[in-house]
Structures are given as structure tokens and as C-alpha cells.
């Protein structure tokens, strides 16, 4: 058997890591030309149930390496007024469990990690265009002219998936209505200074009026500006940081990242299309009247580092009949960032159909069996999960009204302080909230084992 993936993403690298262990001959087919190519976001939160899944898919001393390149772990959880006043202040309980635990990520790092040990499976500059089904294989066909064909093929290749296009032409996505600025600025003696050590150290929410929101999050990694273990790490930490290939394709350095989201009627009609210095003018545009240091972090962001997003969300769809085609991740359940679970998702994906192809290979189930199984299980979870992170982010919010929204902003403020105060009742809140990010699904572990002699 042959897996064809298409697409460099969490979900296509975390799989083929997982089928090459299992023996399973796989290929995965990026459109970058190098390694380094692509911004590739910011903070990526992996919860308990995306670690398990990493834990489950990765050689176990590259999971010790995910592990020992994520930012420092947050110490609270922090909603906040635009004038920088604290509504609700959570402590994040510290875990030293290396799997049952919230980590926070750089989307570069968790990338490299994630290439190391896979390259020889993928293949660079490979920009896909169509595929071709038949009985016993399908081929698929990239812009340099090459091709190649495979048992299965598995679109990995985020929410404007080719292969969803062809494959699923009745699979729609939608805008939402919110568009967000996002940006990052490295920390220094000033910017530290911008934020309050609860700020500094967790990460923080700012829901103002006219439904304007915003995101903060401080990350510091164990290496240097300059790429060397910082003084005082030590131990097997440090060996695996220097001994681990990745580091030099990775330009992460500590930052603390912003990410400002207002309806689409709020911003210029070309947002898409602004440069790096125009998305900070219209942040500070935006926010004339927000706390100083909020509009100096924003003043300080590297132009560079800044960018527009345009929020969509899938529109849940039927089952469909199975074939040698199956999809995973953003390629078919695109999700907006409203509850901070589409890379687990794409993680829970993954770990599902390796299990389900680790059955083919040891000759329990047949090929379209497997992946009827697989579908079956993605699309309940998968589209309940779009459908809940819509909730968070859509400018159907009656937040983004003028008068409701002021309402009910200073009611969900009045609530959140009521909380802040009690402390039962903010221990309830927290435990809630962690429940919700680490289920414990049983699904997400999977024991990967050799293929038995003589298959």
C-alpha cells in the first residue's frame, strides 16, 4: 500500500510520520519550494487530546523534541478591558506531565519538528492540479508536469483544498464576516514593559465595544536571539535542542503576538490587500481610545510579521461514498480560531486513519472499508467542531451591534467579575474550560507496531 498526502500541514506530516512507522509507504507532496518558505502563523495551543495524538504518531524522541521547543507554558488565563483592566484572571494549573498537558507553540517550530526524520517522504515545490480515480489506484498530477500514483490519497492541503474542489465540488465554504490583524513583535526592555506580569505570562483576551476583540499571547522559547540554548536550561532539554536539525530552518524568536478581529464593515473594503504598515495604521485606527500601551505594542509590531485574515468556516456536509480518496484537517472541516481547536482536530484526523490504514495493512479491514470507518467518525467530530467554533466568531454576534452590543458586553463583563471574585466559582470555570481542551478520548492513542513478518 501507498499513501499519496498533499499538503506539508500538521495533519499531512503528523500522518506520514505515523504511516512510516507503521511500515506503510507514504509520500507527501508540499507546494513550497523550501523548507523555510511560508510565514505559517503564529501560536498554535496543542491540548491534551493534540498531544496524545503527537505522542501516538511521532518516533518518541521527536515527540521529546516537540516537547523541548515549545514556548513556556502559560500561567494564566486573562480577559481584559481595552483600557487594560482585569475583568477575570485565571491561574493555569503548571503540569509536568510531557502529554497530559496545554502547550503553546510556534507554528514554525511545530512545523520543523515535524519535517525532521521526513526527508526523504517529502517532496518540496510540488504544487498540485488534479488527480485521476481508478478501480485500483489514483494518480495525481502536479504543475511541473510529474506525477504520481498511489493506493490512497489524502488531501492535507488546508482550507482552499484543490482536492477537495474536485473531489467534493457540493463541499462549501463560507465567510463569517470577521476578518483579523495579525502581528508580532519581538520582546525587549520596552515592549516587556507594555504589559502587566499576569499579561506577560499567560495568554489574554480583550473583548471592547462595537465587537471588536483582541488576543495576546507572550512567547519565549529556551534558545536565544541568536539561536543557542539560553543560560540555566540544562539537561536532556538541551541536548535535544542542539542535537535536533530543525533549529536552523527556524527563525522563532521570543515575541509577544497580537491578533485584532472586527466585522468586515468596521475595516477598508481593500483590507485584504494592505501592506504590513497599513494593517498597523488600521489597528491604531481602530482603537483611538484603547489603553496606550495596548496601541504601543501595536506601534512596535514588525511590519513584516503582519498580515490579514479572512475568517471562513465549512458548511457541514452529508456523508459522502467512500473511495481512494479521503481528505483530513482544514482540507474538509475548515474551522474559524473561535474555541482554539482546529490543529487538534487535524491531529485527531490523523491518528484515526493511520489507525485505520495500520487495519489494511495487517489485513483486518479492506482499503475503502477502512476509510468509510475513518469518514464516519471525522465528520460527526469534525463538523461539530465547526460548528461550535462558529458560535465564537461570526458577525451574526450580537456583540457587533451598536446598542445589544454594548448590553451585552457590560453584562458579560459584570458576569466575569462576579466570577473573578468567587473563587468556587472561577475554580469551576477553569476546570470547565481545561475539560473541554483535553477530553481524554481514548481514540487519540494509538500503540504503532511493525508490520508482521512476511506482509
Known sequence: MKVLV????????ALAHGLSRAGIEVAVFE?????????????????????????????PELYDTFVATKARDPRYFNMLTEDFKE????????????????????????????????EDVVEFGKEFTRFEQYDDHVTAYFADGTEATGDLLVAADGSGSRVRRQYLPQAKTEETGIVAIAGKLPITDESAKLVSPKVFE????????????????VMEFQWDRDGRVKHGIGGNTEELIRRWPGLQFDNTRDYINWGLSATRDKLPANIMELTGEELVKVALDLTPDWHPNLRRLFELTDRGTCFPVNIWTSVPLEPWESTNVTLIGDAIHTMTPGRGVGANTALRDAVNLCR??????????????????????????????????????????????PVIGRLALAGMRTAMRTVNHVPPLK???RDSM???RGAGRDEAVLEISPAPTGR
Open 31 to 59: 507546494r513550497d519550494a523550501l523548507r523555510t518558505d511560508g510565514l505559517h502563523g503564529y501560536r498554535v495551543g496543542i491540548d491534551p487530546d493534540g498531544s496524545r495524538a503527537l505522542h501516538s504518531l511521532l518516533p
Open 6 to 13: 498533499i499538503g506539508g500541514g500538521t495533519g499531512g506530516l
Open 434 to 436: 481545561l475539560t473541554y
Open 87 to 118: 475583568v477575570l484572571s485565571m491561574e493555569v494549573p503548571p503540569s509536568t506531565d510531557p502529554v497530559e498537558s496545554e502547550k503553546s507553540i510556534s507554528r514554525m517550530t511545530l512545523r520543523q519538528v515535524l519535517l525532521t526524520g521526513l
Open 202 to 217: 499567560g495568554i489574554s483576551m480583550i473583548n471592547a465595544p462595537r465587537g471588536l476583540f483582541c488576543i495576546i499571547h
Open 356 to 401: 485505520a490504514l495500520i487495519d489494511v495493512r495487517d489485513g483486518r479491514r479492506e482499503l475503502l472499508a477502512a476509510v468509510r470507518e475513518y469518514e464516519t467518525k471525522m465528520i460527526e467530530y469534525g463538523f461539530d467542531a465547526v460548528i461550535k467554533s462558529r458560535a465564537q466568531m461570526t458577525a451574526d454576534d450580537p456583540a457587533h451591534k
Open 427 to 429: 475554580r469551576r470555570m
